[in-house]
């Protein structure tokens, strides 16, 4: 019988340098989860000073830390998982009790809502994205979608400025929602720039909010971008939610 829990190593032929532009975990092969979080969970054992379990118990707890991995955190990558492990151990995410698939989770859970997960994001390269205009061909225009939606894999969000990426896939047929969608979307963009001024940083900020909510309440042309975003992004979800590397628009 082969021995789940032997560490083997793979070679990659490339390394990224920041570890967000690494492909997310759940697109990894399985044994290259598997091994990471099998090292990271020894390493954890280690500093601990914890019993190191029976090869049985060990190899479940591995096996479903790796399948939550791939199937309930989508935005992590391998390179993370010691991060998760070593802040965790460390009590960066709080109280914790013994060798379990619960208090993995919570490490990982930790992490990924973490400010220092949040400021790694920040530190990305910035994607070189081409100039919108209307000289783009319909190759530049998948192009220009594709990067977006690279930047929204690592990011969890793609801020579509002019909604130029959302256009171009609407006029293509590839935006899936119904019209009562879309307007649920209108409602719910709606609430949010009603929510963002409510928290004026002075009286002369309230003043100018008031004039904009009055604006929001009465149209619809200072939330409709909005909701593109919130449609563009949702539709990256749904395809990012497939777990595959196919998109529609190539």
């Not at 479903?64 to 998982?81: A, P």
């Not at 490490?107 to 990924?112: A, E, K, P, R």
């Amino acid at each position: 019988m082969e021995n789940k829990t032997q560490i083997t190593t793979t070679n990659k032929s490339s390394e990224v340098q920041h570890v967000l532009q690494n492909q997310p975990a759940f697109l990894e092969d399985y044994k290259t989860v598997h091994n990471e979080v099998l090292a990271q969970v020894m390493k954890s054992i280690t500093h601990l000073g914890w019993a190191v379990p029976d090869q049985q118990t060990m190899t479940i707890l591995v096996s479903e830390i790796s399948n939550s991995i791939r199937k309930d955190y989508k935005q992590l990558r391998v390179g993370e998982i010691s991060n998760c492990f070593s802040k965790g151990i460390r009590g960066e995410y709080g109280e914790f009790f013994g060798v379990s698939v619960v208090t993995f989770e919570k490490f990982i859970i930790g992490y990924l809502v973490s400010d220092y997960r949040a400021n790694l994001g920040k530190t990305l390269p910035v994607a070189a994205l081409p100039e919108p205009s209307k000289e783009l061909t319909r190759e530049n225009r998948i192009e220009f979608a594709q990067k977006a939606y690279e930047k929204y894999k690592i990011k969890g969000f793609y801020d579509d400025l002019g909604n130029i990426v959302y256009a171009f896939l609407d006029s293509e047929g590839l935006i899936p929602f119904t019209p009562k969608e879309k307007f649920e979307m209108v409602e719910l963009a709606r609430a949010e720039e009603y929510k963002r001024l409510q928290n004026p940083l002075s009286v002369e900020e309230a003043r100018r909010f008031n004039i904009q909510i009055e604006a929001l309440m009465a149209s619809n042309e200072k939330v409709i971008p909005r909701s593109k975003k919130i449609a563009l992004n949702k539709y990256f979800e749904q395809i990012f939610s497939l777990e595959s590397e196919n998109i529609p628009f190539k």
